[in-house]
């Protein structure tokens, strides 16, 4: 071959390497790991500025692309924090119960629980807007006092137990005041034994929901409706001896006054 074929082929070899693509260089776990972390706080900036298409977008990004990180575990609890900000509450619900399930030993989890406690009780809430007592379904109700319960079990010393507290006593009261609306429902109807079931079953399963009082003056209506005097008597007895404040100690003393009024 000629000098200048040689030549040629050499330029060719030459700009076929120029062209070839450069492998790229294996990043270092701490690249990886810096570069996870800038991911996701550019994801939570995106977050406290309540862009949230942008947000779940970004995140997204960091559960994907760094799966082997941290940053994508708190990725997943930041989506759900997402669902709770925009008043999604069962979605949210359902989101932090993925996470304390999937990530048992993460240190997050006692936050991830509040927050199913938070998302249920604010789900179920009181409101004008909800329908009366007797035609609301309690079921997120329930769902709310039975977390409630779980969690104070497991972390009683909460930093939040003040907030916990009240919302068990507001939970405890709806479910209460429902047992004793049917109870009142059965009483109506002279269904008197119903109607006691309801009371008792409201003062054993829902314990300090305040309106213990209430209840055992109920009770003693009930039995007054029955002619059993003896218990009638023992439920008014009970409310001045353990409720003494309570408003109804007042219609309890004016029972067992007419007790005592009447002839032997």
């Not at 800038?38 to 942008?54: R, S």
């Not at 069962?90 to 119960?97: D, F, L, M, S, V």
């Not at 309690?138 to 104070?152: I, N, Q």
Request: with cysteine; net charge neutral.
């Amino acid at each position: 071959m000629r000098p200048n074929g040689w030549i040629g082929l050499c330029f060719v070899a030459l700009a076929a390497a120029a062209c070839a693509p450069v492998p790229k260089t294996a990043k270092t776990a701490e690249q990886y790991q810096e570069d996870a972390r800038v991911a996701y706080e550019e994801a939570v900036d995106a977050y406290l500025d309540e862009d949230w298409e942008l947000t779940a977008r970004l995140l997204d990004r960091v559960r994907k692309d760094f799966s082997y990180t941290r940053y994508a575990r708190l990725a997943e609890l930041r989506m759900a924090d997402m669902a709770f900000r925009q008043e999604k509450f069962a979605e949210a619900t359902a989101a932090y119960k993925s996470f304390a399930k999937d990530y048992p030993s993460d240190p997050e989890v006692p936050y991830a629980r509040y927050r199913v406690v938070r998302a249920q009780f604010l789900q179920s809430g009181s409101s004008v807007f909800q329908p009366p007592l007797e035609e609301r379904d309690l079921a997120s109700v329930r769902g709310a006092y039975a977390s409630l319960h779980s969690f104070l079990a497991d972390y009683p010393d909460y930093h939040r137990r003040v907030e916990l507290d009240y919302m068990l006593e507001v939970v405890t009261g709806v479910l209460v005041r429902h047992e004793l609306y049917v109870a009142r429902f059965y009483l109506k109807r002279d269904e008197y034994p119903p109607a006691i079931a309801r009371v008792r079953y409201a003062l054993e399963r829902y314990k300090g929901s305040g309106l213990e009082a209430e209840a055992v003056t109920l009770m003693g209506e009930t039995y007054l409706k029955m002619k059993d005097e003896a218990q009638a008597r023992a439920a008014f007895e009970r409310v001045l001896n353990e409720y003494p404040a309570s408003p109804f100690a007042v219609p309890a003393r004016q029972f067992l006054a007419r007790f005592e009024a009447r002839p032997q």
